[in-house]
């Protein structure tokens, strides 16, 4: 709504269920040009060659894709202006944001609580958007008015505060990296080592925040999930468009959490392997 | 943008900043008639005569002004869908919801936390509504979603629920509407008694929710707020584009809090009288 219109055209990537709702959205506004999709194979890889063309005014990808677990490893190198979807692993590594243009994030993952959206914008950028449209979806109006256009949501925002200083004060988004990095090797490890387990995504772009995986006897998945239920472990299965398991793994669990799942998981291998 | 057109016209009362900021956003989306405005007195009345044309797709009203201190004490009688802004009213009196088509209202004043709006709505008129807009600005997409076309704002509903347990604890909003009415009275009463001050806005339209007031001689303006500060009372001052004082009278502002102030209100005339 910002920044496409009738006569111009947006490059997306087809990566998942967001970008895929996100190009529903903008074919509301202007031309749209899917630059690739892995819709064909359920989504269990990010698309790896593609060509983004140098006359659409903007790039738009999903940095990780929480449904399918897969997730983009490294940003995009483009000749046009770079927006991105980060909500799902926003501050959970280390990022160059001055290679985005525009970028948007809800905070209910890694910033706060629901209710509130992060967005860092180019501030050039920003000024070739589009106006007539209303107020409360325009970026440039929010700027104007220091976040203050509407009521703010004080709540939500002040949970971001308190998250925020609890990221500073463990080290900052570097120190965060490697512990969402031990968290998933030890995860992603545990799942490879034992033959139960199946993982149908792509090696190369596992999420870091969100692990899905199913068990290679169907049978067997209701009698993890009650394992988990037992050991008080809940929020571990898919989402219901894919099925199997999904481990969200984002900054606010720790470590120890991921070590007692796995060692659940060496339980039941050793039990019904 | 669910419910205007450029095919089509829309009726707005122009009674204050709200409503004014409506008539502006509309007008992005079809044609707009005012059918009065009260903007000339700066918005010190609701217009009184005025003509609703039947060939408008709705009439939009807000049936009260934060910020100049009126309030719409009776529905207005149309033959049109009636759309109504109840942000900083609803939940304060009776009010026959069957007369109004879709009512919209922050939660912020009278519901709960900000962060989340009530949406009452005829789903005839719904039904009306406008298609190929983006999915979030869709109200029939929330509906058929139940509010839960996004990640909902988990906190701030949880506090409309205690805000609604509380009001319906000390016998809803039939007794909600006395203590109110007993709130406006005491202020109103002692502020007409007191020749310091004044009360700009016609007598008929005057608020329940937010009592605006000036003092007749300007330079006891800071004198009267240094002695609400003294007293610990905060907030008192009127919006910057109208001045003088004002007093919100929500749901959760207790009595004692009107007596406590009128009180202060008097031992200033008497001094300064």
Chains 1, 2 share one sequence.
């Not at 087809?14 to 989504?43: C, M, P, Q, R």
Request: proline share 4%; net charge neutral; charged share 20%.
């Amino acid at each position: 709504m910002n920044f496409l219109s009738k006569e111009t055209t947006a490059a997306y990537l087809d990566a998942g269920v967001w970008g895929s709702k996100a190009i529903k959205e903008a074919k509301l506004f202007g031309n749209v040009k899917v630059v690739a999709s892995s819709k064909e194979t359920h989504y269990d890889r990010i698309p790896d060659s593609y060509a983004v063309p140098d006359d659409a005014v903007y790039f738009h990808y999903t940095t990780n894709n929480t449904i399918e677990g897969t997730q983009m490893h490294a940003i995009p190198a483009v000749n046009i202006p770079l927006v991105a979807d980060m909500s799902s692993d926003i501050l959970s590594r280390q990022m160059d944001f001055n290679r985005f243009d525009f970028i948007y994030a809800g905070a209910q993952k890694n910033i706060g609580a629901a209710g509130v959206n992060l967005v860092v914008a180019n501030k050039g950028f920003l000024e070739k958007g589009n106006t007539g449209i209303p107020s409360m979806m325009e970026y440039r109006q929010h700027v104007a008015n220091g976040s203050m256009l509407n009521t703010p949501p004080v709540f939500a925002i002040y949970v971001c505060l308190l998250t925020l200083r609890w990221l500073k004060s463990i080290g900052g988004v570097a120190a965060m990296e490697m512990i969402n990095d031990k968290k998933a090797s030890l995860l992603y490890n545990t799942l490879e080592s034992l033959p139960v387990f199946h993982l149908p995504v792509a090696p190369q772009d596992r999420s870091l925040m969100n692990a899905v995986f199913t068990m290679k006897d169907p049978v067997l998945e209701a009698s993890f999930l009650q394992a988990c239920k037992e050991e008080g472990m809940v929020g571990v299965k898919g989402h219901r468009s894919v099925g199997g398991f999904r481990i969200s793994l984002y900054n606010a669990l720790p470590l120890s959490s991921v070590e007692t799942l796995t060692a659940l998981m060496k339980h039941f291998a050793s039990k019904h392997g």
